[in-house]
């Protein structure tokens, strides 16, 4: 049977990513004294790698793809196929940020401002290729962790990726600039790429993880309704295209399918409600395969 070798991302992307695949159709156990997580899918075999590395063990064919950031494939300057962007982090659904930071009570305002400076970072390359673009000459220093306590002492300035900032502020450091913008990305080996069975195993399951990640956030609603309270109901529904309606057995009726942001349920079914819409249900929804 042949198989495709896939990289899954150890470390904090770890369980956001298993639970999008959970979403998406597959179950993944992974026993903590183990680097290959069984998958009920005898096609894939996978392997937990640092996101940091993914890029190069697919670019180098030991893995066929993998899952990693935009940032750690400018990193590594890896040549893969960027197959899908998969748009979601730790802890949202959205991007993530590298940022220069420095102390709230730094005078550094701005990159020049760091002329000959110590600056801590885990992304090194980038750092560097992005001080040499705004023409600056500072110190870039590997930094193994706990980044955001280095400055003021052991370092003047760090570039540290962030979700939602709170980090940053909670350790007394102020943003200066946004060096990069960076999402998770699927990406493949160019020659697994080439093989027709393996693009096509890909493009499935990047198919059924975009349609998990088009359904966070969203439910589907069902309901019943007269034919004369239709256009009243169809006003209240912001829909992800147009609700499908389907006739029913009695002629004077009709059922109302849709999907909707689920924040929006708690105003929109009393709204329904009041426009004559009965046997209304809410369901939730794994994918949305647009």
């Known amino acids: 049977m042949r198989r ?3 990289g899954l991302p150890k470390g904090s ?4 990513t298993l639970e999008l695949f959970r979403r998406a159709g597959f179950e993944i156990s992974v026993n903590p004294r183990s680097y290959f997580p069984a998958i009920d899918d005898d096609e894939i075999e ?3 790698i640092r996101a940091q590395e993914m890029a190069r063990y697919v670019e180098d064919g030991i893995l066929d793809a ?5 940032d750690w494939i400018l990193e590594n300057e890896a040549s893969v196929i ?3 962007d998969l748009i979601y982090a730790k802890q949202t659904f959205g991007k993530v940020s590298w940022v220069l930071a420095v102390p709230e009570k730094s005078p550094f305002r701005s990159v020049q401002d760091l002329e000959g400076k110590i600056i801590a970072t885990e992304l090194v390359g ?3 290729r992005y001080l040499a673009e705004h023409g600056v000459k500072a110190k870039v220093e590997f930094s193994w962790g706990a980044t955001e306590v280095k400055p003021p002492v052991l370092a003047d300035a760090i570039v540290e990726v962030t979700e939602t900032g709170s980090s940053l502020r909670a350790n007394g450091l102020r943003i200066v600039e946004k060096v990069l913008e960076s999402n998770t990305q699927f990406i493949a080996n160019r020659d697994s790429w080439a093989d027709a069975w393996k693009r096509e195993k890909i493009q499935t399951i990047v198919m059924l993880l975009k349609g998990a ?3 966070a956030g969203k439910v589907g609603l069902m309901l019943n309704v007269r034919r004369a309270d239709l256009d009243k109901v169809l006003g209240v529904l912001p829909a992800l295209k147009r609700p499908t309606v389907s006739n029913l057995s009695d002629p004077e009726w009709v059922a109302v399918n849709t999907v909707i942001e689920e924040k929006t349920v708690r105003e929109i079914i009393p709204r329904l409600k009041a426009a004559n819409a009965q046997g209304i249900v809410e369901y939730p929804l794994n994918k949305i395969v647009l």
């Not at 992307?13 to 956001?16: R, V």
């Not at 993998?66 to 935009?70: A, F, Q």
Request: hydrophobic residues 50%.
């Open 126 to 128: 980038v750092t560097k």
């Open 4 to 6: 495709l070798k896939l």
């Open 82 to 84: 960027e197959a899908a």
């Open 46 to 48: 996978c392997m937990l």
């Open 13 to 16: 992307l770890q369980d956001a």
């Open 213 to 215: 990640i088009e359904a």
């Open 66 to 70: 993998g899952l990693t950031g935009k």
